[in-house]
């Protein structure tokens, strides 16, 4: 599993599964074969954000900061809710454990012009990507920076779903392949799509191939599995349309 073609990841995001009880087998309710849309620019090549860019992510940021269905709170459930008085399970003082180790290395990552910033990373034999809402950065583990901070959206080109960088990213190293895998969701226009990225190499500042996934539903909090086989998505959302 040294090298994947495109033609093998064109069919890593295949099946939407119903859960059912964990003692009832399942199976694939749809099983699709995705569709190799290209392949990116080097990392190390696309355009670094600028000060000012980042100021009108920001702004776009605060603009999201309040939820107008929250103004009213509603506790429907608080006069039977538990415990009654003070929390039994609140721990008031640290435990009696010895002290951690101190890092190895600690160094400046990125800012994120978004709240909640929903950064996430992964290490591989030789670099660090680290990924915010709407931005990545690529550093060596010295700490280094050789690539970016881009915004994400520029890794897909103009695969459908790419033009509003919604953000909610994740990467992850699949060391079992030696490729980085590059996910982030799009959810301002209609339908919904799941972004990602794989490396054409174990190089995470070299190229990508770019695949666009539609989903049913909103893919909020996106997480991943990485398997021999594939890819394993999990989202939240109101439906069981929710395993792919």
């Given at each position: 599993m040294k090298r994947l073609?495109?033609?093998?990841?064109?069919?890593?995001?295949?099946?939407?599964?119903?859960?059912?009880?964990?003692?009832?087998?399942?199976?694939?309710?749809?099983?699709?074969?995705?569709?190799?849309?290209?392949?990116?620019?080097p990392l190390r090549d696309l355009p670094i954000l600028s000060h000012e860019e980042f100021?009108?992510?920001?702004?776009?940021?605060?603009?999201?900061?309040?939820?107008?269905?929250?103004?009213?709170?509603y506790y429907p459930y608080a006069a039977t809710a538990l415990p009654k008085g003070a929390d039994p399970a609140w721990q008031h003082e640290m435990g009696k454990n010895t002290q951690p180790k101190a890092p190895?290395?600690?160094?400046?990552?990125?800012?994120?012009p978004f709240y909640p910033p929903d950064?996430?990373?992964?290490?591989?034999?030789?670099?660090?990507?680290?990924?915010?809402?709407?931005?990545?950065a690529i550093y060596s583990k010295s700490g280094a920076l050789l690539a970016g901070p881009t915004q994400i959206n520029q890794i897909f080109g103009s695969v459908s779903g790419s033009?509003?960088?919604?953000?909610?990213?994740?990467?992850?190293?699949?060391e079992q392949a030696d490729r980085w895998l590059i996910t982030e969701f799009s959810i301002s226009g209609n339908p919904d799509y799941i972004l990602m990225a794989i490396s054409t190499t174990g190089d995470p500042t070299g190229t990508y191939y770019q695949y666009s996934f539609i989903l049913p539903t909103?893919?909020?909090?996106?997480?991943?599995?990485?398997?021999q086989d594939?890819?394993?998505?999990?989202?939240?959302?109101?439906?069981k349309n929710d395993i792919f």
């Open positions: 073609l495109p033609s093998v990841l064109g069919i890593l995001f295949l099946w939407t599964i119903t859960v059912h009880a964990q003692n009832i087998p399942t199976s694939p309710a749809i099983i699709q074969t995705g569709k190799f849309l290209g392949v990116s620019k100021l009108k992510l920001e702004k776009k940021g605060r603009n999201k900061e309040l939820n107008e269905g929250l103004k009213k709170r190895l290395i600690n160094f400046e990552g990125q800012a994120s950064c996430n990373g992964a290490c591989g034999p030789n670099h660090y990507i680290q990924m915010v809402n709407c931005t990545y033009g509003y960088n919604d953000g909610d990213p994740i990467v992850l190293y699949d909103t893919p909020d909090y996106p997480k991943f599995g990485v398997w594939g890819y394993y998505l999990g989202v939240n959302n109101g439906t």
